[in-house]
């Protein structure tokens, strides 16, 4: 197994650049979920329930930001299999074609 999982660090580098720019909307999500937490997960989808499955008024963007984040950092078969074991794909598979989403979310490769 590598050193570190390129998802991971894929997720991270995201979520640094939120943290530098707390004008963001996804900034105060961010915050919350590092600060609940002691320590960094590297073989899990951080924050993919409650961005995909949020009831806020943003729920769009915080979708959208989660998709982009998945379709750049999935690399290799270890990526997969992290994605696999939390079941991420069927939720993004029932996004497609669905009448509630929006182009934007439906437009990523």
């Given at each position: 197994m590598?050193?570190?999982l ?5 997720f991270?580098?995201?979520?640094l650049?939120?943290?530098f720019?707390?004008q963001?909307?996804?900034?105060p ?6 600060l ?10 951080p924050?993919?329930y ?8 943003q729920?769009?963007q915080?979708?959208n930001w ?5 379709c750049?950092?999935v690399?290799?078969e270890v ?11 069927p ?5 497609i074609?669905?009448s509630?989403?929006d182009k ?5 490769d």
């Open positions: 590598r050193g570190f390129i998802f991971s660090m894929y991270l580098g995201r979520i650049h939120e943290l720019t707390p963001s909307t996804m900034y999500k961010i915050c919350y979920f590092l609940q937490r002691p320590v960094f997960d590297f073989t899990d989808v924050m993919f409650s961005f995909f499955c949020s009831s806020s008024l729920f769009r915080e979708q989660l998709l982009q984040t998945l750049s950092a690399r290799d990526d997969y299999k992290i994605l696999s074991r939390r079941h991420v794909l939720y993004c598979f029932s996004q074609n669905c509630v989403v934007t979310t439906n437009s990523f």
